[in-house]
Structures are given as C-alpha cells and as structure tokens.
C-alpha cells in the first residue's frame, strides 16, 4: 500500500539557518505530493505540492522538489525565521482505489531568535 | 479567505456517551473528509463523503462511527459509544474536485478527549 516516511524530530535551528525535512515514499503509482504545515493552535494547511515527476512545488521560501528515481519529496528553506516553527507533514495522493490523502508523521521544526 | 470551520474546538466527554463533531466546509466544495490524529500518531484518514453517502472509509471507520451532512452546510461525525482509544485530534477537509492533484482544505481540528 501506500506509505510516507518523515525525518523524525523534533529539529531546532537557529533563525537563517538552512533547512532540511526528509520524505520518502511508497507508492503502488505515481501519486501527488504534498507538504502540510500545521502552526500552534491551528488546522493543516497547504504548504505546497508536485503532481509529477521533476515538478517543484514552492511557496514562502519553501521548495520541494517531486524526485521519482528516488521517490522523495524533501521539504527546503534557505534561511528560517521563528515564524516558521510548526509541525510540517509530507503527504501522497494517489488516483487508485484509495484516494484518500496519506500523511508522514509530521516533523515538529523549532526555529530560535 | 474561504476555511473549513470546525466546532467545538475541545471537547470532552466520558467514555460510552455519543459525540457529534460539526463542521462547515467550504461553500463550492463537493468532497468531504474526516481524519484524526492521535497524540504523537500519524494523521489518518477516516472517511470521505460525496453526495450524500460515504465513497470510501478506512478500518478504522467501524460501526460506532457515523457522518451525515444534515443540511446544506454542515458536515457532522458521530461516535455513538467513545472509548478511551477515541481520544484524538479530529480534522475535517473537503475539497472541490476527488482527483489525485487536487489539495484538501482542512479545519482546524476538534480535540476529542474521552475520560
């Protein structure tokens, strides 16, 4: 079936720091990705998404880029800010008999002043 | 900005009462989901919900659990009996199109607590 495996955390950087969020995935196709962010005290959110081989999703910085020869999705930002600190989730979408969305475990980011 | 609302933002109850969770999706949306997450769990899918009957729910979806959209706004999901095991974050999303590369907009969740 279809899986999503995170970089554990929780991670902590400094602000400007690079960031890193690993993400792998298993998948019977080639399924849509995404990544979710989720601030304190708030619902998921859309961060951004790949629906095919080679796309980069971005957005506030933030990039992915849809790698099918070695079925990742790693989650970059060149300099963090405090603002940034939140559980950040990876996730598939595939057309098949399940088409329900498929989450990582999400990976708590702590950015420090 | 249109948003997925959901109501009450904490809820608790004792274990074998009935819980309603309430959710407004977004107005042109068509497609809606139910997921939770247990503390320090994966976020999972519950069940999705397309004109008016469930298109496809997960295992954990059994007998005690239930969704109705009883007007033309709400999207509500029932627990008839909580167990302890039911204590969770519950989030609601919907979407306007089911397609693989369409995002689903999601609440703000609704955490479940069963003493």
């Known amino acids: 079936g279809n899986s999503v495996t995170q970089m554990e955390g929780p991670v902590t950087l400094s602000e400007e720091a690079f960031l890193t969020i690993n993400c792998t995935y298993t998948?019977?196709?080639?399924?849509?990705l995404f990544w979710y962010v989720q601030y304190p005290g708030e619902g998921l959110q859309l961060l951004l998404k790949?629906?095919?081989?080679?796309d980069k999703g971005s957005n506030k910085g933030f990039e992915a880029t849809y790698r099918k020869e070695t079925t990742s999705f790693h989650l970059e930002k060149g300099s963090v800010q405090v603002s940034d600190s939140a559980v950040y989730f990876c996730?598939?979408?595939?057309?098949?008999?399940?088409?329900?969305?498929?989450f990582g475990s999400g990976t708590q980011l702590t950015v420090l002043p | 900005e249109p948003e997925v609302t959901q109501t009450p933002s904490h809820q608790v109850t004792q274990m074998g009462q009935e819980v309603i969770l309430r959710c407004v999706p977004i107005?042109?949306?068509?497609?809606f989901y139910w997921y939770r997450q247990i503390l320090g769990q994966k976020v999972e899918f519950l069940v999705s919900?397309?004109?008016?009957?469930?298109?496809?729910k997960s295992e954990i979806f059994d007998d005690q659990f239930s969704v109705e959209r009883p007007d033309g706004s709400n999207f509500t999901l029932k627990i008839r009996s909580t167990k302890l095991e039911d204590s969770a974050m519950y989030f609601c999303?919907?979407?306007?199109?089911?397609?693989?590369?369409?995002?689903?907009?999601f609440g703000q969740g609704t955490r479940l607590t069963v003493v």
């Open positions: 999303a919907s979407s306007v199109r089911d397609r693989q590369n369409t995002e689903a907009f």
């Open positions: 998948a019977t196709g080639y399924p849509s």
């Open positions: 996730a598939l979408r595939f057309s098949g008999s399940a088409r329900q969305l498929t």
């Open positions: 919900f397309y004109n008016n009957e469930i298109s496809e």
């Open positions: 790949a629906t095919k081989a080679d």
């Open positions: 107005s042109n949306h068509l497609y």
